[in-house]
């Protein structure tokens, strides 16, 4: 997820870990653009993805599901996951994707792992006061009791995109994207969820000297 206020941090993705990641993966910057005479707009030279929604922070639970739409409109046959992460991280190891991808292959039709990263289990509700963090959302957002992973990175299968798909007019209505993403979520999803601690595969830029990758 990207922005036009913030494409530095996009060419400092390119010019570092985007250009190792593995030959079976392709990435997008995902840029909103409400003056765009489409739905949404592929620059497949640029790696870009142009949305017409708002480019801003409370717009993108808006922004997140308009991506999954647009992948799913045009490349439904050609994907089994999407994965997700914000324009201010850095990859600290290469090799994180292949772990990835042998851990999603090693299981079985029964155990088959729709939706993944740092979990975040919030065992009561209570009232957000990230409006102290970002004044634009309105104060005391309603947080209820779910399992969602953080938005630093998570990826979901084709299946529970679909079924959020499904669920968009609704998630369009939410102020926190990775929250909204796993409280619509079906549960039947989340049921073998993976955890991971992304920690040990990113950073933010704000933290990185753009060291070489391991």
């Avoid at 993108?60 to 999407?82: G, R, S």
């Avoid at 999603?104 to 979990?119: L, T």
Wanted: charged share 25%; net charge negative; proline share 3%.
């Amino acid at each position: 997820m990207n922005c036009k206020k913030y494409s530095n941090k996009a060419s400092i993705q390119k010019q570092t870990w985007l250009q190792h990641i593995p030959s079976y993966l392709r990435y997008y910057h995902v840029i909103g653009d409400e003056l765009l005479d489409t739905e949404y707009l592929f620059d497949d030279d640029n790696h870009i993805l142009y949305l017409k929604v708002a480019d801003d922070y409370i717009s993108l639970p808006k922004k997140v599901i308009a991506a999954y739409h647009a992948i799913i409109q045009t490349q439904d046959k050609d994907i089994d996951y999407i994965l997700k992460t914000d324009d201010d991280q850095i990859l600290l190891n290469r090799r994180f994707f292949d772990v990835l991808k042998g851990i999603i292959q090693s299981k079985s039709k029964e155990s088959i792992v729709h939706y993944g990263g740092c979990i975040v289990d919030i065992k009561q509700s209570y009232l957000s006061q990230y409006h102290k963090v970002h004044p634009e959302l309105p104060a005391n957002l309603p947080i209820f009791k779910t399992r969602y992973c953080s938005g630093r990175f998570y990826f979901l299968s084709k299946d529970a995109i679909q079924d959020l798909l499904q669920k968009r007019a609704i998630i369009e209505k939410e102020y926190f994207e990775d929250y909204a993403i796993g409280y619509h979520l079906d549960p039947s999803y989340k049921t073998n969820m993976l955890h991971l601690f992304t920690n040990l595969f990113f950073i933010d830029i704000e933290k990185s000297e753009y060291s070489p990758l391991l």
